[in-house]
């Protein structure tokens, strides 16, 4: 671009900006408001990995802000309330309906214990409010009662009689009129609103668990947040617009999880047709064990064309069902013979191996169909599509949930894609392009694309060979090892990290690379801080089925003005026992870095964005000043 085609184009952004500030007054307030902001505490970040459709997990860590507001409501009440007590009030902001339900049932819902929470809360929420401008805080604010909360925020400690007798009556009003209860979940809302500013959610929201469909349901009633696609979410979105791979692995993937209700109860998908084919079509003695069968057979079938559509994809040795032999009950891997567990292939024609059969040609065009016709789905993979990244930049970390492929050496390993070779930062792009083509245009390229990005060792979601059929048909644990990407290792060191974290312009001791997909089994001694402190893995066993493994129940940071503290949470009951034994999510704290300074907004992304609007707005001031665009609001 020359320079005057620049300062065309700047010129013509100025005018643009005079149509919302018209006048210098205007943009002197404008200013002022913004610089302001920049001296603003720097909010709570909260980040969140691998929830595998785990709502009732994923519910009391969004409750309690992974411990932020216990910590928030001892800052602010540790010398007036004893323990049991700030526990109290810790359930009602959590589960506000839960408790007021049992202090009704207890005859404890008194005038006197509803003014004495009621004042509590507004204290707590006045001190969380500290953080915002007001603008924001009445935003946030549910429009019903935000005159009255608005009001009660900005009463004082110290202020005139009449005015405490004022906000003193307002509060009567409140229980008299029977509107306390109601009320009380507004300001629990409120608080867990102000608590955390922002959510990250790095990948991996379906499989597994039984609900990722109320995941994303409470994710799209979330304020504010973003998502790092895990390879299971991909899979999903891969299904949804239409590729039969995708399709195909993840009817395998609930069934074989026993997660059935996810398809034919939320989304709509029957498997009528599947269970039908499968009964007649395989020895199995119980349905779901011959649906299972079938689904991967077909699974198998339809990846391994795909596979051969691609040489690029790397993935020959995946190539199995070739190597059966059902008679012998054998199949050749790697140049050697394993026995497998059963015989009964009955759909596997050893000359085409890879070709489907008329009735599972049938089967699986009827599950296309369904998934792509879903509405729910859609609405659920519009989401992900919005609020989505394959990798994202943000306060100077990078988050991703899987890898960025690595040679041995420490190089980036380059993949080809669309016919050249790319690396780094440029291939992690090109996988995101590539993912939203395959929904916006449903190329077959692209829809293929999405399930290697499910399981390619190359893939920046996945970085490991998969060995699904291994698992399935192959008794030989041996056999079940799956390689993984030389960058899974390598970041144990600072240096890759750096090397990382470079090639997308972070650098510094503040910078870190935030994972998921790889469990960290903390039973086993494994740490979440890899390379120095430069790389945290997150994925701690959300889903009660990695409890056991892990031995936590799931892992998440938090990030605020003061540091930064990885959180590992231990096991905990249903609502009814948290509520019922004012009981909470109990986490270890590891403290991982503690600022030098509190932060503040102009520290992170968004003040740099505020510095440059407040750029432009000062060259918008010299071009009144100057008369080269005259203010709006004079004659």
């Not at 459709?53 to 009440?77: A, K, L, T």
């Not at 790319?422 to 190329?443: F, N, P, S, V």
Request: glycine letters at 8%; a negative charge.
């Amino acid at each position: 671009m020359t320079p005057a085609m620049h300062d065309d184009q700047r010129a013509k952004y100025l005018m643009l900006l005079s149509e919302k500030f018209p006048t210098c007054q205007a943009v002197y307030t404008e200013v002022i408001n913004l610089e302001a902001i920049l001296n603003l505490p720097k909010a709570t970040e909260h980040f969140i990995s691998d929830v595998h459709g785990d709502c009732e997990q994923f519910d009391h860590i969004i409750n309690n802000c992974s411990g932020v507001i216990r910590e928030r409501v001892r800052s602010v009440f540790r010398l007036r309330l004893t323990p049991g007590e700030q526990a109290e009030l810790c359930t009602l902001i959590y589960y506000p309906d839960e408790k007021l339900g049992r202090m009704a049932e207890a005859h404890l819902d008194t005038p006197a214990w509803y003014r004495q929470s009621l004042g509590r809360l507004i204290e707590l929420a006045r001190y969380l409010s500290d953080a915002y401008t007001r603008s924001k805080v009445r935003k946030a604010m549910p429009v019903s009662y935000a005159y009255i909360i608005d009001e009660l925020l900005h009463a004082s400690p110290g202020e005139a009689s009449s005015r405490a007798a004022y906000h003193a009556r307002i509060v009567d009003s409140i229980i008299e009129t029977g509107s306390v209860c109601d009320f009380i979940r507004s300001l629990a809302a409120l608080i867990k609103r102000l608590a955390v500013d922002h959510v990250h959610v790095v990948g991996d929201l379906y499989d597994r668990g039984a609900h990722g469909d109320a995941v994303i349901d409470r994710l799209m009633a979330y304020h504010s947040l973003d998502i790092q696609w895990g390879n299971h979410d991909i899979c999903w979105m891969g299904a949804a617009a239409g590729s039969e791979a995708c399709v195909a692995t993840v009817v395998r993937n609930c069934v074989h999880y026993q997660t059935l209700d996810i398809l034919e109860g939320s989304y709509g998908i029957s498997l009528r047709e599947l269970a039908l084919f499968a009964e007649k079509t395989y020895a199995e003695q119980d349905v779901l064990s011959a649906c299972e069968k079938a689904i991967t057979v077909i699974m198998l079938k339809v990846s391994g064309q795909l596979i051969s559509r691609h040489p690029e994809f790397d993935m020959a040795d995946r190539l199995l069902l070739g190597g059966v032999d059902a008679s012998a009950g054998t199949v050749r891997i790697g140049g050697r013979s394993y026995e497998l567990v059963t015989r009964d292939f009955p759909t596997l024609e050893p000359s085409r191996p890879y070709e489907l059969t008329d009735e599972e040609c049938r089967v699986l065009d009827g599950l296309v169909e369904s998934f792509t016709h879903s509405r729910r789905l859609r609405r659920h993979v519009d989401f992900l599509y919005e609020k989505g990244s394959v990798y994202l930049a943000y306060n100077n970390n990078l988050l991703f949930h899987g890898c960025v492929p690595m040679r041995a050496d420490g190089s980036f390993r380059p993949i080809r894609v669309g016919g050249r070779h790319i690396a780094g930062r440029a291939y992690l792009d090109a996988c995101d392009r590539m993912a939203r083509i395959a929904w916006h245009e449903r190329t077959p390229e692209a829809l293929d694309w999405m399930w290697y990005l499910w399981c390619g060792l190359g893939s920046p979601l996945s970085g490991r060979t998969m060995k699904t059929f291994e698992r399935t048909f192959v008794a030989d644990r041996s056999a079940w090892a799956e390689e993984q990407d030389p960058y899974f290792e390598l970041t144990c060191e600072p240096g890759a990290c750096e090397h990382v974290l470079a090639e997308f312009g972070l650098s510094g001791p503040a910078s870190h690379i935030i994972n998921g997909h790889t469990p960290v089994a903390r039973a086993s001694g494994e740490s979440p801080v890899r390379g120095g402190g430069r790389r945290l893995v997150i994925d701690g066993g959300f889903c009660r089925a990695y409890h056991s493994r892990t031995g936590i129940a799931g892992y998440t940071l938090i990030v605020d003005a003061l540091g930064m503290r990885i959180k590992a949470h231990r096991p905990y009951g249903a609502i009814g026992d948290v509520v019922a034994d004012r009981g909470d999510i109990f986490s270890d704290d590891d403290q991982l870095e503690v600022n030098e300074r509190p932060l503040i907004v102009a520290d992170t992304d968004t003040g740099a964005h505020i510095r440059a609007q407040i750029d432009d707005l000062t060259a918008l001031l010299d071009a009144y000043r100057t008369g080269d665009l005259p203010e709006r609001g004079r004659a």
